[in-house]
Structure formats: structure tokens, C-alpha cells
């Protein structure tokens, strides 16, 4: 198995109080390689604290996370930047651009990070910039861009490690529904190449790209839908129609 989320619990304690809050309370559910997951809840659900444990940005208070057999959880402290550099993709909605570098170096941080050769930079780069469409914009600033170019260089940054999971938030919470549309379909080609994506979002639209749905609800995992042969617009009404239960305590 891929990915494998087992028993995951969060619990959340102030230092001056000894009342506790329950973020992730027994979350389980497995991934296989080349699947596109959104998941979904509404705010204050725990999906974003899911995320987090994902990325090692937090450790669960119980449970853990298996990556490609390998318990993420338990890495060091020390060893955690290196593992997210050279295992996962970062997608976020503010982008995360550095303004004073270009784009191209703003895609090359990473490897650059890891001590990469400017040839090797510059071959990945060269596969990836026709894809995203951004061949145009790799001497300009990020301040230059639109949204929709900012969160394409996001992006490229984030595959050119080559990733084994993509971890994005809520992509196209800053964008226009134009370029809404066309990340989406970007994300579905970048999944139909093979790319492991798992996304929070609250948008049912942003979810209909994706081949399942989980729902969070308290910090359990309430439902999940899977797309299979519909097309965006027939699964964006059924994943309305369970948030709509979700929402009305069915």
C-alpha cells in the first residue's frame, strides 16, 4: 500500500488549561499510488490538521502515518526537512514565492537546497515548464505574475523534486474561477501522469477533479465518494449533496 493513515488522533491542549480539544479522533483510511483525494469538512473539521500530519508539520498523539512502508511519523526532528524535500510536493493557496528571486530560481530552490547540479536543475525544468505553460515567465518576478501564473510556478516547484505525494491546500482558494478551472484540469493531467495528489479544499467544484472524496466531520472520517466514470459536473452534485447532509447533522 502507498499510503497508509492508521488510528490517527490529535488532541490540542492550551499551557494554562487542562481542557483539551480533539482535532483527529481515530482517522483512518489508505491511498494507493496514482490516486487524486480531496478531502473535505467544514471548518473546523480537523482537515487541515490531517494535512499538517501529512506534511510532518505535526506529530499525532496517537497513531501514524505510513509512507511507501516507511513510518513517517517517528522520523527525527532533525531528518524531517530532508524528508519532505525529497518525498513531498507543497502546493498552498498564497503560493509561497520568494519576490526577490526569479521564477526560475523560485522552482529550483529545492533542489538547489539539496545540492543538486545546475544541468540536472535545468533538464527537470526543461520537461516541466512546456507542461505548465510558464516557458514565458522563468525571468520574471513573481510580483510580475498573475495568480493563476503564481500558482502554476507553485506548481513546477513543487513537482521538480519529483515528489511521491503532492500535498495541496486549499490551490484554488486565491484564484478566479477561470483560472480555478484551468489548475484543476492541470492537477487531473499531472494525476493521469502518475502523480499521487492529496488535496484539502472546501470547494465542491475543486473536489469533482479528483477520483475520491473523503469527509471529515468532529475529526472523523465521515463518508467518501468515489468518482469512477462521472464526469466533474455529475460528481460536483454528489458531493454538494453529502456536505449538504454533513451540514444539515444527517
Known amino acids: ?14 499551557r494554562f488549561s487542562k481542557e483539551k480539544t480533539h482535532a483527529l479522533s481515530d ?38 502515518v505510513v509512507l511507501e512502508g ?11 526537512a530532508e524528508f519532505r524535500r525529497d518525498h513531498l510536493g507543497f502546493v498552498f493557496q498564497d503560493f509561497n514565492l520568494l519576490d526577490t528571486l526569479s521564477v526560475r530560481d523560485n522552482i529550483f530552490l ?26 514565458d515567465l522563468l525571468d520574471k518576478q513573481p510580483f510580475e505574475l498573475s495568480g493563476g501564473q503564481k500558482q502554476r510556478v507553485a506548481i513546477a516547484r513543487a513537482l521538480i ?5 503532492i500535498l495541496a491546500d486549499e490551490p484554488t482558494a486565491a484564484l478566479d474561477s477561470k483560472n480555478s478551472d484551468v489548475l484543476l484540469d492541470l492537477f487531473e493531467q499531472i494525476n493521469a501522469d502518475g502523480q499521487t495528489v492529496l488535496m484539502v479544499t472546501h470547494s465542491s467544484l475543486a473536489a469533482s477533479h479528483a477520483s475520491r ?9 465521515f463518508h467518501q465518494l468515489y468518482r469512477g466514470d462521472k464526469t466533474p459536473r455529475d460528481f460536483n452534485l454528489d458531493i454538494m449533496s453529502t456536505m449538504t447532509a454533513i451540514l444539515g447533522g444527517e
Open 110 to 135: 529545492p533542489l538547489v537546497l539539496a545540492r543538486h547540479s545546475y544541468k540536472e536543475m535545468a533538464a527537470r525544468l526543461a520537461v516541466l515548464a512546456p507542461k505548465l505553460s510558464i516557458l
Open 213 to 221: 472524496v473523503l469527509f471529515i466531520k468532529d475529526g472523523k472520517i
Open 27 to 64: 482517522v483512518s483510511f489508505t491511498a494507493e499510488q496514482g490516486e487524486f483525494i480531496a478531502i473535505m469538512g467544514e471548518s473546523g473539521s480537523g482537515k487541515t490538521t490531517l494535512l499538517n500530519i501529512l506534511a510532518t508539520l505535526e506529530k499525532p498523539s496517537n497513531g501514524d
Open 70 to 80: 516507511r513510518q513517517i511519523s517517528t522520523i527525527k526532528e532533525a531528518g524531517l
Open 1 to 14: 500500500m502507498f499510503l497508509q493513515v492508521n488510528h490517527l488522533e490529535k488532541v490540542f491542549q492550551t
Open 161 to 165: 523534486t519529483n515528489p511521491k505525494l
